[in-house]
């Protein structure tokens, strides 16, 4: 599976059909090959409610994503949304709220404030916790080893059981390149290239 299939997916609470909104993007972080947090936009009216899900919360599916929180806590969810004061921190493209495991929300002022923080930080080859990229503001930025420009990146693949960023996917026109995920060393703070390096390459560490 690729990245890209699960964009837009529904997302349904375990036992049922009901859709209760839909994979708006994929955070990941460079020197991390495991699948930590899935954004999923709540909001069935075409608006934004964003809120980023534990990736152990959710079974990956090619046609619809199961989530193990229940309707009734999904509406718990947004109605803390709902009530919840602005911010103080700047949260442009976060998501206000985290759920963990068995459906426990973070607080989201709390978690807004780190994820925010996050996004300003640039990676290290052994990153902290808190360097998350999304996915989708990745796609088609240029790729780079020792050797110059690999390409655009593409896409990554998944494997949707064990939740394992598996390889980086470059267009290198005209061939598709791949490359193990784990060779990802950088993604600087602007966000308008990647760094790929090998334990061989002088960019190790980057």
């Not at 809120?51 to 718990?76: K, M, N, P």
């Not at 919840?84 to 002022?109: T, W």
């Not at 990745?138 to 050797?147: E, K, R, Y």
Request: aromatic share 6%; net charge negative.
């Amino acid at each position: 599976m690729k990245l890209s299939d699960l964009i837009n997916t529904p997302v349904v609470p375990a036992g049922t059909d009901q859709e209760i909104g839909r994979v708006s993007d994929i955070a990941i972080r460079a020197g991390q090959t495991e699948l930590e947090y899935v954004l999923v936009n709540l909001s069935l009216t075409g608006g934004n409610d964003p809120v980023a899900f534990t990736a152990d919360t959710l079974e990956l599916g090619a046609s619809e994503v199961t989530c193990a929180i229940s309707q009734q806590q999904v509406d718990h969810l947004r109605q803390r949304k709902d009530d919840e004061d602005p911010l103080a921190v700047d949260i442009e493209g976060l998501p206000p709220l985290v759920v963990g495991p068995f459906g426990n929300a973070i607080a989201p002022v709390v978690m807004g404030a780190v994820l925010n923080d996050a996004l300003r930080q640039c990676p290290q080859p052994t990153p902290p916790g808190s360097n998350f990229r999304w996915f989708t503001k990745l796609q088609g930025n240029p790729a780079f080893d020792s050797t110059g420009e690999l390409g655009r990146f593409l896409d990554i693949e998944l494997d949707p059981d064990t939740k394992a960023l598996r390889f980086l996917l470059i267009d290198g026109r005209p061939a598709i390149l791949s490359f193990p995920f784990a060779e990802l060393r950088n993604i600087p703070d602007d966000e308008h290239y990647m760094v790929l390096s090998r334990s061989s390459d002088p960019l190790h560490p980057v």
